[in-house]
């Protein structure tokens, strides 16, 4: 009977451990792709990364010596121990080691920011947080203000930023009205983006391939939906990415745009080479070059456009812009056809 149990209890533990190692396995696959700390593409992200995994390290030998000594205090010796050793636990356990560990650290994480901050020797980009969008101007002047931007300051784009690879891009950070926060896991920590003033990062990446950025500071309704795309390209391929962002839209003559203006679509949107000049949406001027729509939610198709003109408000809870549910389907259909030829 004894050695059933024996037996029993080997087989369990096997299966626990089975089971705990595919577990690790799952959730260690999981940190990989194209939104994860864990698999970094970028200086700064490897550096944070070390960090991390130090911290973690230094975190779980901390914790096995702490569970050491309750073990030790109420199954090795559960007697009452004198004052003396407890004063001493205390002052040497509780005072000394955190502030040695903490000063380490403090030093650690220090000497690692003059990196982050070192200067740009790439393309300058100016990146506005909007509700709930990306605002993006390429060849951005050194101290963009929101104005600046209204007033079309250089090559305007949105909810995709194309960097090229091997060069330090500084990214100038502004918001017109809420505190957002620039984030992208694989490249860089995060900058929030803050009213009246500009805040700076520098993403340097180390290999090309499409990443996703995300806001990380609650701003409203839309905050989970205000995503973007990163393509890191060749520096040839973001020099063209940029002339063709420059040139006005391609197709101009198309019963969608007579759809697109009579509805005054126009009085929130630009599209370059049309009297479409609002500036209060994203910049439709080459729309459909882009993977995504909405801020990242939708992938960018002819059937995808149309609902979100018609349920902007269901696709994308939230949104300031309105549904405009109550237009004919063919209407819809024909705006998506033209903007989905706006490449
Ligand atoms: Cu913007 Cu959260």
């Known amino acids: 009977m004894g050695a059933d149990l024996k037996r029993l209890h080997t087989q369990f533990a096997w299966i626990a451990r089975s089971v705990a190692l595919a577990g690790a396995g799952l959730a260690l696959a999981a940190c990989r792709g194209p939104q994860s700390t864990f698999d970094p593409a970028g200086t700064e992200s490897e550096k944070v990364l070390h960090l991390f995994w130090w911290m973690l390290g230094g975190a779980v030998l901390i914790w096995l010596f702490v569970m050491g000594l309750s073990v030790y205090a109420t199954k090795v010796r559960p007697k009452a121990h004198s004052e003396r050793t407890g004063t001493k636990l205390i002052l040497w356990g509780g005072v000394a080691f955190p502030v040695v560990v903490l ?17 740009a020797d790439g393309p300058r980009i100016a990146v506005s947080g909007e509700r709930f969008w990306w605002r993006v101007h390429y060849e951005a ?4 203000g929101v ?10 784009s949105a909810n995709e930023l194309w960097i ?33 003033r500009i805040t700076r990062i520098v993403l340097d990446p180390t290999r090309t391939g499409t990443f996703h950025g995300i806001c990380a500071e609650f701003c409203g309704d839309a905050h989970a939906q205000m995503r973007f795309v990163v393509k890191v390209v060749s520096e040839a391929d ?11 839209a391609a197709v101009l003559d198309h019963p969608g745009r007579t759809a697109f203006e009579a509805n005054g679509c126009g009085a929130c949107h630009q599209v370059r080479g049309t009297g479409s000049v609002g500036l209060v949406g994203p910049d439709l001027t080459h729309l459909a070059s882009r993977e995504t729509l ?15 003109i018609a349920l ?14 109550t237009l004919p389907q063919a209407e819809t259909r024909s705006m998506a056809e033209w903007l989905e030829t706006l490449k």
């Open 141 to 144: 002047p050194d101290t963009p």
């Open 164 to 196: 090229p690879v091997g060069k330090r891009t500084e990214i100038l950070l502004s918001s017109p009205d809420v505190i957002h926060s620039f984030w992208v896991p694989n490249i860089a920590g995060k900058v929030d983006t803050i009213p009246g």
């Open 238 to 248: 973001f020099a063209a990415r940029v002339e063709a962002e420059r040139a006005p």
């Open 312 to 325: 902007t408000e269901h696709e994308k809870p939230g949104v300031q812009m309105p549904s405009f549910a």
């Open 103 to 119: 000063t380490v650290l403090l030093v650690f994480g220090l000497q690692m920011m003059p990196g982050f901050r070192a200067p």
């Open 294 to 308: 909405g801020a990242g939610i939708l992938p960018m198709t002819v059937d995808n456009i149309q609902r979100f």
């Open 147 to 156: 104005a600046k931007f209204l007033s079309g300051e250089g090559v305007p």
